[in-house]
């Protein structure tokens, strides 16, 4: 029920609209009992002939009987027509039927109305809490949940509990408000016999709820499996060129037959349970009903109760019958909206691995230097990436990370914007700790271009201001100039303005890096990082790009990362990385003569 009461937190800003719904709900089921309750002396009257002496039979006492008797004075003038004209007052009381039926329907419409947009207004409001938070997670949480489980809350269980909502404040208002309207006329007409609900209703809801318990438990699994399963899909679609060259289309469908099948055995039993719960309680119903209007028909004979209250109570149990059988329904569809916010919950209690402290200050711009003191950083509890790493970059010093795949280059560089903090020692910036600055100061300093490029389903100008969203068409223009991206880009069909895409699928890897260069050129950053950010240009774009970059990163700290030693030569200093530590620092000559790892690297690049 925890995740019940966290909804109600988002719920509360609109207590006004929850309690006028209420207000609807309480006139929609009087309206109804009101209804009901004039069938009874409206038959007496056409099977016996006499008109009756009441047109609502509620009782002589009970929570009820002040209604009651206030609509029978309101409905002299038609009893009065009944002593004079009997088919008057039947075609009368009819029309009485239609004015409680019309203004039911108006009460229940606006009732429905305001529920659904009380549903569309909460979710909204918890999606756009659940981004925000989401988008402010570390990467580390989005290596520990991924991508696809995230996704599948957003959307999947979003969407069951928009629906869930729309329940609880529609069917689980106005059912029990019903049955309790119900109950209080039964209690008016015939307190004896309502003794024997009490009896009855106890049990078909422990039956309701054993069932919704069964149904959120197979709810929450059939969640899982769908979050594993368009894990698959976004892997699958993403590398169809691998699955295709390597002829794995069998094998990858027999995974998502697998997870498939997994998905139809939890909705078999989500099925199984909506499916029996109405007919059980049915019958359950009917055979409670059974003994209660035989118990009535006794009372009739008795004389202990009037024929118009006979009818009345029938009325007002059927009513009533019918209120629990569709709150067991209910049940069940409000244990699946609890099973979708629990996940959705659960996402939103993940804690940022990095946070920025209270009273974090703002990070002047960079005037001396960027150190790496007593460095060490571990992802999990096995062994550690990097291991007690002293460096100084100083103010416009180009610097270069080499060494083999893993030794941990790119995790070095990446605690420079604090994506990751170090798990002993510390990273500062002119002497200051990064922990203590703000993050929106220290990365409005950074500019990034990785070997992954990703670009947004947006126009090329678009994704090239990303950064700088008020750049102007001359600066966006000039930054696609630095990187060799204007000649290419003018040529596209709509050049600028031209949409790339899902992915960018109308652009080459090479046209996509310089792009992304592009977007970090415009940035203007005090700290440029380039990891293998010429990785997959052709040799001559490549020289072009080189000869840009060196103009451009000339006087700015610059972290680059390569495996080509071809792309790093000319940095000031060039730092080799050995099993999470330093084993040289120096220039490429400098290495050449004196770092055997270093010319092991050179000579497996550069042999014959």
Request: net charge neutral.
């Amino acid at each position: 029920m925890k995740a019940f009461f966290r909804l109600l937190g988002h719920i509360r800003p609109l207590r006004g609209r929850v309690a006028l719904i209420v207000f609807l709900s309480v006139v929609v089921s009087l309206l109804s009992v009101t209804r009901v309750s004039s069938l009874g002396p409206l038959l007496l009257a056409l099977f016996q002939g006499t008109p009756p002496t009441e047109l609502v039979h509620i009782g002589e006492s009970g929570p009820l009987a002040a209604w009651g008797q206030r609509v029978n004075e309101l409905a002299r003038p038609l009893l009065e027509l009944g002593e004079r004209d009997l088919v008057g007052f039947v075609a009368a009381a009819m029309g009485f039927l239609l004015v409680v039926t019309f203004l039911r329907g108006v009460a229940t419409f606006f009732q429905e109305f305001l529920t659904g947009t009380l549903s569309a207004r909460v979710s909204i409001d918890l999606a756009n809490d659940l981004y925000d938070h989401t988008l402010g997670l570390s990467l580390a949480n989005y290596s520990r949940v991924g991508v696809a489980d995230p996704v599948t809350r957003f959307t999947v269980d979003l969407e069951n509990v928009a629906i869930g909502i729309g329940t609880v404040f529609g069917k689980t208002i106005q059912e029990p408000v019903t049955f309790l309207t119900c109950l209080a006329a039964l209690i008016g007409i015939n307190p004896r016999l309502t003794l024997v609900v009490f009896i009855v209703i106890p049990l078909l809801g422990l039956i309701a709820f054993v069932i919704g318990k069964e149904v959120k438990r197979a709810m929450r699994n059939a969640l899982g499996v769908l979050s594993r399963r368009t894990r698959q899909l976004q892997e699958t679609f993403r590398s169809i060129r691998v699955v295709k060259a390597f002829v794995m289309e069998p094998v990858e469908g027999e995974r998502f037959r697998a997870l498939n099948e997994q998905l139809y055995r939890q909705r078999r039993r989500m099925s199984a349970g909506n499916a029996g719960v109405s007919p059980l309680l049915e019958l359950l119903g009917i055979l409670g009903g059974s003994v209660i209007i035989v118990l009535g028909a006794q009372a009739l004979v008795s004389k202990r109760m009037p024929p118009e209250g006979f009818g009345a109570f029938v009325g007002a149990l059927v009513l009533a019958m019918e209120s629990v059988r569709k709150l067991s329904n209910v049940n069940n569809r409000v244990q699946v909206m609890l099973a979708a916010a629990e996940r959705i919950f659960e996402l939103r209690d993940e804690v940022p691995t990095v946070t920025e402290k209270p009273g974090a200050t703002a990070l002047p711009p960079l005037r001396e230097a960027v150190r790496f003191e007593g460095v060490h950083f571990r992802y999990t509890a096995e062994e550690p990436v990097l291991r007690g790493v002293d460096l100084e970059v100083r103010r416009g010093e180009r610097i270069a990370f080499v060494g083999a795949s893993g030794v941990g280059k790119t995790t070095l560089v990446s605690l420079v914007p604090r994506f990751y903090d170090p798990t002993a020692g510390r990273v500062t910036v002119d002497g200051l700790d990064l922990r203590e600055v703000t993050l929106r100061s220290l990365r409005d300093q950074i500019g990034l271009v990785t070997q992954e490029v990703f670009l947004f389903d947006d126009s090329v100008r678009a994704n090239i201001a990303y950064g700088k969203p008020g750049a102007t068409d001359a600066e966006i223009e000039a930054a696609a100039r630095k990187a060799y991206a204007d000649g290419f880009v003018r040529d596209l069909p709509r050049g600028y303005d031209t949409v790339v895409g899902e992915d960018a699928v109308i652009l080459s890897g090479g046209q996509r890096q310089r792009l992304a260069l592009a977007r970090a050129i415009l940035k203007d950053p005090a700290i440029f990082i380039l990891d293998e950010a010429t990785s997959q240009l052709d040799s001559e774009s490549e020289r072009a790009i080189q000869q840009a970059l060196e103009a451009f990163t000339r006087d700015r700290t610059t972290f680059i990362i390569a495996h080509r030693l071809s792309t790093v030569e000319h940095a000031d200093r060039i730092v080799v990385m050995e099993a999470g530590r330093i084993a040289d620092v120096g220039t490429h000559a400098e290495l050449l003569t004196r770092s055997p790892l270093y010319r092991n690297l050179h000579q497996l690049q550069f042999a014959g």
